[in-house]
């Protein structure tokens, strides 16, 4: 079992959609959560990223952190054609090298 | 102003070659990544350096060699190159110790 899990889609939703992604992880001690975006051929882009348990709104997404259920999820609001990208969860301890585990991340497809 | 840089964005080359591929920050950041993606898009950490000194070196295999002339610049080098060298590596810089990290563009390696 891979440390964090993602599901890679393809998830295809019609503009104006709620759209929800997921990940589950193994790793209790993972602390600090984030979500990036990346486009086709392109480098991931740091979205949200929070320490603690609940939600952290910004603008049209909120990032979900259930520590308990060792699950966070990324909603997005009125999705848009340009928010057609993979979108990668990642997790880390705190302290030590920070260094990151990441999904493999869930290709969303927003259609008009 | 870009914050990541990576040169070349596309490399071609015939299996047994030597490669380099240079990263360069302009955040004023302290730590650098390589990271590797393949094809079914798992992002995984190769190397990190801070100030200068490796201070996480994954299981990769030693034909594959960091360099860090500053701290704005790690660059990777790559021996006797291999068809399963061919994935898309991405650099990416953070304060030291820090979490939020970001990426450059990738650069995209095909090994024929």
């Known amino acids: 079992q891979k440390e964090v899990e993602q599901d890679p889609g393809p998830l295809s939703v019609p503009e104006g959609a709620i759209v929800s992604l997921n990940c589950t992880y193994s790793?209790?001690?993972?602390?600090?959560f984030m979500w990036y975006r990346q486009y086709s051929r392109k480098g991931p882009e740091l979205l949200m990223y929070t320490y603690s348990s609940g939600n952290k709104e910004d603008g049209r997404f909120t990032a979900q952190v259930d520590k308990s259920s060792k699950y966070i999820s990324l909603f997005i609001r009125d999705s848009q054609p340009s928010d057609s990208a993979t979108y990668l969860c990642?997790?880390?301890?705190?302290?030590?090298?920070?260094?990151?585990?990441f999904g493999r991340g869930t290709s969303l497809i927003v259609h008009p | 102003d870009t914050a990541v840089s990576q040169t070349p964005k596309y490399l071609v080359t015939q299996m047994g070659n030597d490669k380099s591929i240079k990263c360069e920050q302009n955040?004023?950041?302290?730590?650098m990544y390589w990271y590797k993606q393949d094809s079914k898009k798992f992002l995984k950490i190769m190397f990190s350096?801070?100030?200068?000194?490796?201070?996480i070196n994954e299981t990769v295999p030693n034909r594959f060699s960091p360099k860090s002339p500053d701290k704005a610049h790690l660059n990777l080098h790559i021996n006797s190159l291999e068809l399963g060298d061919s994935a898309v590596y991405f650099c990416?810089?953070?304060?030291?110790?820090?979490?939020?990290?970001?990426f450059g563009p990738g650069t995209r390696l095909t090994v024929l």
């Open positions: 990642a997790m880390s301890e705190i302290g030590g090298s920070y260094i990151p585990t």
């Open positions: 790793n209790s001690a993972f602390q600090y």
């Open positions: 990416a810089s953070s304060q030291a110790g820090g979490d939020t990290q970001y």
């Open positions: 955040l004023g950041h302290d730590t």
């Open positions: 350096y801070n100030n200068k000194e490796l201070i």
